[in-house]
């Protein structure tokens, strides 16, 4: 049986294996939804173009029965169903991906921007040993098996404390973030370098025109044509806009060089924690305190020469 996504089952030429900059296998009760999901957009557009090879296979292929079924009520009673380990042993053993091959349920690794990175092979140094590759395994009902968990999968991987009625949503939000970093996938290669959490901060804001919309302006500097204070205003805009939302990317990295710190007061964030604090003003209308909240809303420069 071909897999979906396989050339043999697509047909097409640009699917070739051996050009992939990486392969990722997915095992699901549901292959036809994760297929179209890889089918659009970025990943869709790698697929097309050899860069990535994105295998699916459905769980239901070593079943047995008449019904194709894949669960069973749990040992000692309970609500719901549980994933079998015979199938789904037997679905991975015929389809022999590669590894390391990851369950994903709750309590496993968090899945970030660092592991993303670490799963699409960027920055290895393993000469001869071919493109990176790994398989998702996707969990159904209440759980699998730990018999799954202990003898089959290598380990595990969480996107976030909150529950999914599976694994396939989960699946898809790894393949996305790692297919998105191999080379050629995405138009311009400066773009995974400027985006959130690459750096350990969140990304600046971002505008596009029309350069005044309802009263609201587009920050002089990025209309003023200098690219140098503009890379200046979009680090002191991605530092401040992490220390409001995100204070624990900025303890992650041991908080902030003497560098920044004076790179946000020339562009008037105020020092305190952190070597900021919220800033505060007299709004010139109103007469309100008012609080900054993005670093969109301190549009000025401070000339600290």
């Not at 389809?95 to 699409?120: H, I, K, M, W």
């Not at 530092?239 to 990295?253: N, S």
Request: include cysteine; charge should be negative.
């Amino acid at each position: 049986m071909s897999e979906l996504g396989s050339p043999e089952s697509t047909g097409d030429p640009a699917a070739a294996h051996s050009g992939a900059a990486l392969r990722i296998d997915v095992f699901t009760i549901f292959p036809e939804v994760v297929d179209a999901y890889c089918g659009t957009s970025v990943v869709g557009r790698a697929r097309r173009e050899g860069l990535v090879d994105i295998r699916i296979h459905d769980l239901r292929s070593a079943a047995t029965d008449p019904h194709r079924t894949v669960d069973d009520a749990p040992f000692g009673g309970g609500a719901g169903m549980v994933l079998a380990p015979e199938p789904v042993f037997g679905s991975v053993e015929l389809a022999n991906p590669p590894r390391p091959l990851y369950l994903l349920a709750p309590g496993g690794r968090r899945f970030d921007q660092s592991v993303a990175t670490e799963l699409a092979g960027i920055g290895r140094d393993a000469p001869g040993s071919g493109p990176p590759a790994f398989s998702l395994l996707c969990g159904r009902y209440e759980g699998v098996d730990q018999r799954i968990a202990d003898h089959l999968a290598d380990g595990e991987l969480s996107v976030g404390d909150f529950v999914l009625a599976g694994g396939e949503l989960a699946a898809l939000v790894v393949v996305e973030a790692t297919a998105r970093l191999v080379p050629g996938v995405l138009g311009n290669a400066a773009s995974t370098g400027d985006e959130s959490f690459t750096t350990g901060l969140l990304e600046y804001p971002q505008y596009t025109r029309p350069a005044v919309f309802r009263g609201w302006p587009v920050p002089e500097v990025l209309r003023g044509g200098d690219h140098g204070r503009v890379a200046r205003w979009r680090r002191a805009a991605a530092l401040w806009r992490t220390i409001e939302r995100r204070p624990d990317l900025v303890d992650a990295r041991g908080g902030l060089s003497h560098d920044e710190v004076r790179l946000l007061v020339e562009h008037g964030y105020p020092v305190g924690a952190y070597g900021t604090g919220r800033a505060e003003w007299s709004d010139s209308e109103s007469g309100k305190r008012q609080s900054a909240g993005d670093p969109s809303d301190r549009l000025e420069e401070r000339d600290l020469s």
